[in-house]
């Protein structure tokens, strides 16, 4: 049992390596549109700054880090070049019901149950954070639960390439 339990743990918290980029734009299924079931397509937001939460439903470090993200999501809100997505991997669509009532999110949910995006940053832990700009480049990446300083250096990051034109990568 004590294995089994160490077993989990390692699979929801650390993730071992991260890609450098991602082929751009993507699209997934977003889960909380207005008129799901849509689409969601970065090629809608071209000069984007992205900030993807790799997830699944029942990790439970996840669904703790869910109010962190929406704290992100609203810092930006009205920065609209600023895309915060939460990026699950659970393949069955009406599984994301729940989660969406439960913690109201305020951006963004979609459906990488096919792991394209996932797999191509190269997820292996969950919760897996990444900035992303609108090249396709990864400019942050965090593994884990975020802790006190790690939403300032989230939006560090952020910031950093919102002062730069998108061409400019």
């Not at 071992?16 to 549109?33: C, G, I, Q």
């Not at 397509?41 to 869910?66: I, K, Q, R, T, W």
Request: with cysteine.
């Amino acid at each position: 049992m004590k294995t089994l339990i160490v077993a989990i743990v390692a699979t929801c918290c650390f993730s071992l390596a991260h890609a450098d980029s991602v082929t751009m734009p993507f699209s997934l299924p977003w889960m909380n549109a207005a008129n799901s079931p849509a689409t969601y397509s970065s090629a809608d937001h071209a000069d984007g700054v992205f900030v993807v939460e790799n997830y699944f439903l029942g990790c439970p470090y996840c669904n703790d880090n869910a109010s962190n993200v929406n704290d992100l999501a609203g810092k930006y809100l009205n920065q609209p070049r600023v895309q915060v997505l939460d990026v699950g991997v659970d393949t069955d669509d009406s599984d994301y019901a729940e989660w969406i009532s439960d913690h109201t999110p305020n951006h963004p949910v979609l459906n990488d149950g096919n792991m394209t995006l996932t797999g191509q940053l190269g997820t292996s832990g969950y919760p897996s954070t990444y900035v992303i700009d609108c090249k396709g480049n990864v400019v942050y990446s965090h593994s884990g639960e975020w802790d006190s300083g790690d939403e300032s250096k989230i939006a560090q990051a952020i910031d950093a390439q919102l002062a730069l034109p998108c061409s400019a990568h």
